[in-house]
């Protein structure tokens, strides 16, 4: 069966350092990767994707990730963080041969950022 | 531009009742999802909809079901309430070639 790991369920760090949340999926075929946040009391948001193209990829607040696909691993990173950036993280996978949208979701990582 | 939006915000309901939870899509979007999101846990997808039909199911046995109305608002029902539906069920709303815009969330209490 598919599915997604998250290596760590709760990271703590202090303002200004590295962050790097860990995600691999189990398939074999093409995917779309994705990794959302949840702020404190709000939305689950979209933070980057990966569909094709550059492994490397740029999204919203300085996130960006890396897709190695012969790890099968989509890793967050930020090189200096902020408290704003405390939430939760959630690595989620879409299967190219579901074009329906169904989204399978890491556990989540809970990140908090310490002045 | 209205995002997704879900009713009621919270809910508890005794063991063996039944529920239903609302959702209206962003504006433009044909397609809602449903997720249960257990404390801990990441969602799990329980179906979606599109064209009023059930176009897609997660593993959740037949006391969930669904309905999608011709203005695409959505609702997921539970029957036979048990206290691991406890949890938070979120809506996503699509439309081809767009993301999944998440809602608020409805969250849900068994006792």
């Known amino acids: 069966a598919q599915s997604v790991s998250q290596h760590n369920h709760h990271v703590i760090l202090s303002e200004a350092a590295s962050l790097e949340l860990g995600c691999n999926y189990s398939?074999?075929?093409?995917?779309?990767l994705f990794w959302y946040v949840q702020y404190p009391g709000q939305h689950l948001q979209l933070l980057l994707k990966?569909?094709?193209?550059?492994?490397l990829v740029k999204g919203i607040k300085g996130f960006e990730a890396e897709f190695i696909k012969s790890k099968f691993s989509f890793n967050l990173r930020k090189p200096s963080v902020q408290w704003s950036d405390t939430a939760e993280y959630f690595c989620?996978?879409?299967?190219?041969?579901?074009?329906?949208?169904?989204?399978?979701f890491g556990a989540g990582t809970q990140v908090v950022v310490t002045p | 531009d209205a995002g997704v939006t879900q009713s009621p915000t919270h809910l508890i309901k005794t063991r063996g009742q039944q529920v239903t939870l609302r959702c209206s899509p962003k504006s433009g979007h044909d397609t809602v999802s449903w997720y249960q999101q257990a404390l801990g846990q990441g969602p799990q997808f329980i179906f979606q909809?599109?064209?009023?039909?059930?176009?897609q199911r997660g593993n959740f046995p037949d006391r969930f079901s669904g309905h999608q109305f011709p203005n695409y608002s959505s609702e997921l029902n539970v029957n036979a309430l048990l206290l691991g539906d406890s949890a938070l069920y979120l809506c996503a709303s699509t439309a081809w070639g767009d993301e999944q815009y998440f809602g608020p969330g409805t969250r849900l209490t068994v006792t």
């Open positions: 990966y569909f094709s193209g550059d492994p």
């Open positions: 989620a996978v879409l299967l190219t041969t579901d074009s329906w949208g169904k989204l399978q």
């Open positions: 398939y074999g075929g093409t995917v779309n």
């Open positions: 909809y599109y064209e009023e039909e059930e176009r």
